[in-house]
C-alpha cells in the first residue's frame, strides 16, 4: 500500500456565528481592492451585505460581483476572469454555493496567469496553474460542495464539465457558519446535502482511501444522515443545518484527499448534457453506482450501513451491502429526489452519449474499486434509467 498524501488546508472557522472571524483575517492580508463574488439571488436576499457591510464599515474598497450562475458554463468563468485581471484586485472572497466558490478560486488564479480559462482545463488545456494567485477567503452558503476546501473548480462545458485543479487554488481562509445556510430551499437543501453525503461515500470506497480519510468519511456519513431530512423539512432547524454544515466540510476533507469515483464521474455528463444540478445529478446515480460496484467493497459498504443508522452486526456482508444500497436510494427518494433518470426527462436515445462523455473521466473513474470501463457504464446509466 503507498503512502497516502494528505492536505489539509485552509485555516478553518466552522460553527454558529464563525463569520465574525471575516474582519480579523481580511485586516492580516492589508487588502487595498477587495471583490467579493455572489451570484444574484445572494444579493437579492441581503445575505452578501453580512459580508459586505462590516468590510465597507471598516474603510475597504469592496466590489461585489453578481454574476455567477449555478454550475457555472466556461463562459461565465473568462468573463470573471477578465474583470478580476482588470479590476486591479488584491483579494478575492466567495460567498454562495460551490458556483461560486469556484469561480472564485479561479479567478484569484487566473488572475496572475495569462491566457484563457480553457487553456487550463484538465481534460484538454495545455498551460499548468503556476502561481498562488490573489488572497482568497471561501465562503459557503450551502452544505454540499465541501469547495472551500478542495483545490478545484468545476466548469461545465456543452456536453459535460472539466475541471482546472492545482494545490494554488487553495483557500488561504474557509469560514463555515450554519446560519448562513438557513435560508437555503429546501430542493437545494436535497441536492447539496446528497452531493455532500456522495463525497463521503466516494471516499471511503475510493482506493485511495487512508485510515484518516475513513474516519473523516464515515462521520461526514453519521451527521448526514441523521440531518439531512431533518434539515430539508425544516430549514430552520438549526442543529440540523450546523450538523450539514459540518457533514459537508469533513466530506470536503475527505474526498479531497483520496479522491471521488464512479458516481461524479457518470454524473458530470448528465449534468453537462441535461443541466441537472450537480447534487441531483449524484442523488440519482448514487445508488445505481454503488449496487454496480457493491461486491468489490462488501465489508465497506456495511461500515456505510452502520453510519446511515443501519445495523450489519446480524447481516452476513453481502446482505450489508444489499441493505447499504436501499438505504442510499430511500434516503435520495425521501428528501423528494427522483430515483430514476427517466425522473428527470433523460430520455433512454441519450444513453449512449452520456456513456461516451462518461468514458473520458479517466482521472476519476481510477479510484472506483471495481474497474468502470465502457460497458459498465452503458449498464450503469440503463439501469438507473429503468429503476432497476
Ligand atoms: P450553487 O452554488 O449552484 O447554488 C445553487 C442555488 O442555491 C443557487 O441558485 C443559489 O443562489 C442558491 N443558494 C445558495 N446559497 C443559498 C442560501 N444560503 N440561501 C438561498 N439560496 C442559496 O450550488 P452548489 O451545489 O453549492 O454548487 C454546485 C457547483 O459546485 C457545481 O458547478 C458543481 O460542479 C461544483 N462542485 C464543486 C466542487 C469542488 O470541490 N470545487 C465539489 C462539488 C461540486
Known amino acids: 500500500m503507498n503512502a497516502a498524501k494528505l492536505v489539509f488546508t485552509p485555516l478553518s472557522y466552522i460553527g454558529w456565528g464563525a463569520l465574525k472571524e471575516l474582519l480579523p483575517e481580511v485586516e492580516k492580508y492589508g487588502p487595498k481592492k477587495i471583490l467579493v463574488v455572489t451570484d444574484p439571488m445572494l444579493a437579492k436576499i441581503g445575505l452578501t451585505d453580512k459580508i459586505t ?7 475597504y474598497s469592496v466590489t461585489l460581483y453578481t454574476e455567477v450562475v449555478p454550475e457555472p458554463p466556461v463562459e461565465v468563468g473568462e468573463k470573471l476572469v477578465s474583470f478580476t485581471r482588470e ?13 461560486a466558490l469556484d469561480l472564485t478560486k479561479l479567478a484569484s488564479v487566473l488572475a496572475v496567469h495569462e491566457g484563457p480559462v480553457t487553456d487550463y482545463l484538465n481534460l484538454t488545456g495545455t498551460r499548468a496553474v503556476e502561481r498562488k494567485g ?12 465541501g469547495s ?11 456536453t459535460t464539465k472539466d475541471v482546472v485543479t492545482h494545490d494554488n487554488l487553495l483557500a488561504d481562509v474557509a469560514i463555515i457558519d450554519p446560519a448562513l445556510t438557513l435560508s437555503v430551499p429546501p430542493k ?9 453525503l456522495t463525497h463521503a461515500v466516494e471516499a471511503y470506497i475510493s482506493v485511495n482511501a487512508s485510515p484518516t480519510t475513513d474516519g ?29 454544515s459540518n457533514g459537508s466540510y469533513i466530506a470536503g476533507l475527505a474526498f479531497f484527499n483520496a479522491g471521488v469515483a464512479g458516481v461524479h ?34 465489508t465497506r459498504m ?22 447499504c444500497v436501499e438505504e442510499l436510494k430511500r434516503l435520495v427518494n425521501d428528501v423528494g429526489i427522483p430515483n430514476t433518470l427517466s425522473g428527470f426527462d433523460v430520455p433512454e436515445s441519450a444513453l449512449e452519449s452520456l456513456t461516451q462523455d462518461g468514458v473520458k473521466q479517466k482521472r476519476i473513474l481510477a479510484r472506483s474499486p471495481l474497474p468502470l470501463l465502457e460497458d459498465d457504464i452503458r449498464n450503469i446509466y440503463q439501469s438507473a434509467f429503468e429503476g432497476a
Open 53 to 59: 457591510g462590516p468590510l465597507e464599515e471598516q474603510g
Open 87 to 99: 479590476g486591479g484586485f488584491d483579494m478575492v472572497i466567495g460567498v454562495g454555493g460551490g458556483s
Open 134 to 145: 490573489l488572497p482568497k477567503i471561501l465562503i459557503p452558503t450551502t452544505s454540499g460542495t
Open 148 to 158: 472551500e476546501v478542495t483545490n478545484i473548480s468545476v466548469l461545465s462545458l456543452e
Open 188 to 196: 437545494v437543501t436535497a441536492a447539496t446535502g446528497i452531493d455532500a
Open 216 to 244: 473523516l468519511a464515515l462521520q461526514a456519513i453519521r451527521l448526514i444522515a441523521r440531518s439531512l431530512r431533518r434539515a430539508v423539512e425544516n430549514g430552520n432547524d438549526e442543529q440540523a443545518r450546523i450538523d450539514m
Open 265 to 298: 464521474a457518470l454524473a458530470y455528463p448528465l449534468g453537462g448534457q441535461f443541466h441537472i444540478s450537480h447534487g441531483e445529478s449524484n442523488a440519482v446515480l448514487l445508488p445505481y453506482v454503488m449496487g454496480y460496484i457493491r461486491k468489490s467493497c462488501v
Open 302 to 323: 456495511g461500515d456505510i450501513l452502520n453510519a446511515l443508522g443501519g445495523n450489519s452486526a446480524f447481516l452476513s456482508d453481502e446482505e450489508a451491502s444489499y441493505r
